[in-house]
């Protein structure tokens, strides 16, 4: 079946500018997560969505960063007045369940803020 | 909160031969272990997992053993080939409501032909 798809695949923004990451997940999973991950460093934890609700957003760097998840499918990350420190991939994965479910991670996308 | 490091940040190895990634971590409480393999510009993919009942678990040329004492776990790649180079990645996680991962910086794993 389909995998976890993200789109754009890469995005190109001046700073200040606001900008939205779209993540599909895995049909029926329930759990999605976004990572951020920077070159050369794993992938760090953004946020974490049960259904339709954040359970857990304590990897936002700041409150410039928000997530949705409006109907428990799709979800959309948006970042406010980007700056140049936030360029990096952002990848969103999802798991049938939380409970150390194994997390399918999407093809990321290319964040660059010049 | 949790923390994951790898040794080493690079490894070299003969095609054939056997290579070995180490993992530590910080959380007693973690319990779920996945190993992913990233190649340039693709997204993660799972090898591996192992669950903190189980010390060992093995899928044709990868196992992966855990140290629950020590807190550090390893990857085992046997037979290397050429296809195998690529930035593999430990994680941890404590398998709870919310199972949000902690990884490593990444191994760069290149199998010299």
């Known amino acids: 079946g389909a995998g976890v798809s993200q789109t754009p695949s890469n995005k190109v923004t001046e700073k200040g500018k606001y900008v939205e990451l779209r993540c599909d997940p895995i049909?029926?999973?329930?759990?999605l997560y976004w990572y951020r991950q920077s070159l050369g460093q794993g992938p760090e934890f953004l946020i974490y969505f049960q259904g339709t609700g954040a359970a857990d957003d304590s990897g936002l760097p700041n409150d410039r960063f928000f997530a949705v998840r409006p109907e428990g499918s799709v979800s959309t990350l948006k970042i406010q007045r980007t700056e140049r420190g936030d360029s990096a991939v952002y990848l969103c994965?999802?798991?049938?369940?939380?409970?150390?479910?194994?997390?399918?991670f999407g093809p990321g996308t290319r964040l660059t803020v010049l | 909160g949790e923390n994951v490091e790898q040794h080493p940040s690079t490894l070299s190895v003969q095609e054939g031969d056997s290579a070995v990634i180490k993992c530590t971590y910080s959380d007693s409480a973690s319990n779920y272990f996945p190993w992913y393999k990233q190649e340039l510009g693709k997204r993660p993919q799972l090898i591996i997992d192992?669950?903190?009942?189980?010390g060992e678990k093995k899928d044709q040329r990868i196992a992966v053993t855990l140290n629950k004492t020590a807190k550090h776990f390893s990857l085992h790649i046997t037979e290397t080939q050429p296809e195998d180079s690529a930035v593999y990645f430990c994680a941890a996680s404590n398998g709870g409501a919310n199972s949000k991962l902690t990884f490593g910086k990444g191994i760069t794993l290149s199998v010299r032909p």
């Open positions: 192992i669950r903190s009942n189980v």
């Open positions: 049909s029926g999973h329930t759990a």
């Open positions: 994965a999802s798991s049938e369940a939380s409970g150390g479910r194994t997390q399918y």
